[in-house]
């Protein structure tokens, strides 16, 4: 079965300083990968998918098939940063999003 | 565009009751997923509708039953309502993809939730 993991539930970094919110899945296929964002009092959002090989707000995300993950990254965080970030793994036949457990990202001055 | 809405924000109900969530989709969404988020954890999916037909289904008792209209509306029923029951309920919209990778496709909106007490 498909699985996501974020291991850490927080992270707290300083701001200029680098931000890497970790994202590992099992999944035999090839998978599609994302990442949710969620800012204070707002919806979960999109934030970034890996075949868009896009960079939103600064940060960006490569799907590493030998190591499973998909870890999101950038070079300095930001105070607006803040916020939960959650990874998502799509398998194929219909929509169905597996999420991991979120990162809590803390961005102090 | 009001994106997702749904309804209602909040609700409490007691163990045992009934209760129905409604949602509705962004304009020009054509499925509806729902999620079950329980304090701490990532939302985890429930079921998703299309066509009016229950499509996929997560690991939910039958307690947990659908709808969707005709105008892609849906609702989120609860029976028998228990203490676990008690998290945020997501609704998403999206397009329907009946394979992997289309373009705009599994990508989804979410709606800003209903959040169930059950005591």
């Known amino acids: 079965a498909q699985r996501v993991t974020q291991p850490e539930k927080l992270l707290s970094v300083f701001k200029g300083a680098p931000v890497e919110l970790k994202c590992n899945y099992s999944y035999s296929g090839s998978p599609e990968l994302f990442w949710y964002v969620q800012y204070s009092r707002q919806r979960l959002q999109l934030l970034l998918r890996h075949i868009s090989r896009e960079s939103i707000k600064g940060f960006t995300a490569d799907l590493n098939k030998g190591e499973t993950s998909f870890h999101l990254k950038k070079p300095f965080a930001q105070e607006e940063d803040s916020a939960m970030y959650y990874c998502?793994?799509?398998?194929?036949?219909?929509?169905?999003?597996?999420f991991g457990t979120g990162t809590q990202l803390k961005v102090e001055l | 565009d009001a994106g997702v809405t749904q309804s209602p924000t909040h609700l409490i109900k007691t163990r045992g009751q009934q209760v129905t969530l409604r949602c509705s989709p962004k304009s020009g969404h054509d499925t509806v997923s729902w999620y079950q988020q329980a304090l701490g954890q990532g939302p985890q999916f429930i079921f998703q509708?299309?066509?009016?037909?229950?499509?996929q289904r997560g690991n939910f008792p039958d307690r947990f039953s659908g709808h969707q209209f005709p105008n892609y509306s849906s609702e989120l029923n609860v029976n028998a309502l228990l203490l676990g029951d008690s998290a945020l309920y997501l609704c998403?919209?999206?397009?329907?993809?009946?394979?992997?990778?289309?373009?705009?496709?599994?990508?989804?909106?979410f709606g800003a939730g209903s959040r169930l007490t059950v005591l």
């Open positions: 998403a919209s999206s397009l329907f993809a009946q394979g992997a990778f289309l373009a705009g496709a599994n990508v989804l909106t």
């Open positions: 509708y299309y066509e009016e037909e229950e499509r």
């Open positions: 998502a793994l799509y398998t194929g036949g219909g929509n169905k999003l597996t």
